[in-house]
């Protein structure tokens, strides 16, 4: 390896996409390269301690990964015994390129079935072998060489004008062939820009246009909750999220609070989507008047789980008035009959909170500090004066 590339030797960076803990040494064997993390879409094998009946064939495919979210399968050839973690050779069109083995065996052949691709099918592409220190070599070579093309990238498309962000550059194993991760509103001719990145960098050029929630998911981050992006580690689909959801679950439609790191809504909202759906079957329609004789009052607000309503009369709706499901429902069903409740006031339970403190006093009084900071150093006195 030249000068150029031992800088990158130490930096564990560039391959931390790929799962790995450190830079791949072409000397060493790098069985411990391949780290289970909290990388993008990483794996468990949860059946790797399941041994396969006699008389049953190990399963001939593997689950190969690449940069970020980019994985793939491949027939096994000449019978070679692979473990998950095995820096391999593969297919590619054209050329080879490098991959780390993530799944293997039973796992993988229900993890094709999950992703409904055929084992028997002639389109799986080949495995050739383990990588050699040489396809080492000159994948830490290519690597090394991506932030830097996608750097100078940015800045053609700058040039030319085009209405374009690229957001991620990956090159093959065998450096003769990158793909270029872009988002765009609208279409754009990069014929010129394909021209021109050929003659910069000398390689085959292949353009990948991308949404903006799987710009979100190569590039990771944090989310509002504190946390990784969902998309970044787990998520696999991305199903449409709508402003039905968080009303269903009575979230103020705020964008600034629902939108997640790609600007869209939060993918996360329609984790508990069907939960609120199923619970507001019982709760009658928010449109409904409760009438009494003290005035009309409309709804406000609802907590759902709670099963708890909150109501206000129409000419003082400022004042909200807290009324369970089941009274709701028993005002609706007296209007029905033509009969007026003679106030929500009547209607109202009031519930004492108690939380787990015991005295509620004496937790809010924040002089319960001083009085223990008192007595211990009562304690340390009485300490010096046996000494």
């Not at 054209?94 to 991959?99: A, E, T, Y």
């Not at 799986?124 to 383990?130: S, T």
């Not at 754009?188 to 390689?203: G, H, N, S």
């Not at 705020?254 to 997640?260: M, T, V, W």
């Amino acid at each position: 390896m030249n000068d150029e590339n031992i800088k990158f030797k130490d930096d564990p960076e560039l391959f931390i996409s790929r799962g790995c803990s450190c830079t791949p040494d072409s000397n060493l064997e790098n069985q411990e390269v391949f780290k289970h993390r909290c990388c993008k879409l990483d794996e468990f094998d949860w059946l790797k301690n399941v041994t396969l009946p006699g008389s049953m064939p190990v399963f001939d495919c593997v689950e190969v990964r690449f940069k970020n979210s980019r994985k793939d399968f491949y027939r096994i050839t000449d019978n070679l015994e692979l473990n998950v973690g095995d820096i391999v050779a593969v297919e590619a069109s054209p050329g080879h390129d490098i991959g780390i083995v993530t799944l293997t065996g039973e796992t993988a052949r229900l993890q094709m079935k999950r992703k409904k691709i055929d084992p028997n099918s002639q389109e799986i592409k080949k495995l050739y072998r383990r990588a050699r220190s040489y396809d080492i070599e000159k994948w830490v070579q290519a690597v090394s060489k991506e932030t830097e093309t996608m750097l100078k990238t940015r800045k053609i498309a700058g040039d030319l004008k085009l209405e374009m962000k690229v957001n991620d550059v990956e090159y093959q194993g065998d450096s003769t062939k990158a793909v270029f991760y872009y988002t765009a509103e609208e279409r754009v001719d990069f014929r010129v820009l394909i021209k021109q990145l050929a003659e910069a960098f000398k390689i085959r050029i292949e353009m990948k246009q991308i949404g903006v929630r799987q710009e979100a998911a190569r590039l990771g981050g944090l989310g509002s909750c504190g946390r990784e992006l969902c998309c970044a580690t787990w998520m696999t689909n991305f199903k449409s999220v709508t402003t039905s959801s968080a009303k269903a679950q009575q979230l103020s439609l705020n964008p600034q609070k629902l939108a997640g790191q790609c600007s869209k809504l939060k993918c996360c909202l329609n984790y508990e989507y069907d939960n609120y759906v199923e619970a507001l079957k019982e709760f009658p329609d928010q449109e409904i008047v409760l009438k009494t004789e003290k005035g009309d009052a409309i709804h406000q607000k609802t907590d759902i789980f709670n099963k708890k309503l909150w109501y206000s009369y129409t000419d003082n709706p400022n004042n909200f008035i807290a009324l369970s499901l089941d009274k709701v429902k028993q005002i609706i069903k007296l209007n029905q009959g033509n009969k007026l409740a003679q106030k929500l006031e009547d209607f109202t339970v009031v519930e004492e909170q108690v939380n787990g403190y015991g005295n509620n006093l004496e937790a809010d009084d924040l002089n319960r500090f001083d009085k223990k900071q008192k007595s211990n150093n009562k304690r340390r006195k009485k300490s010096f004066k046996r000494k």
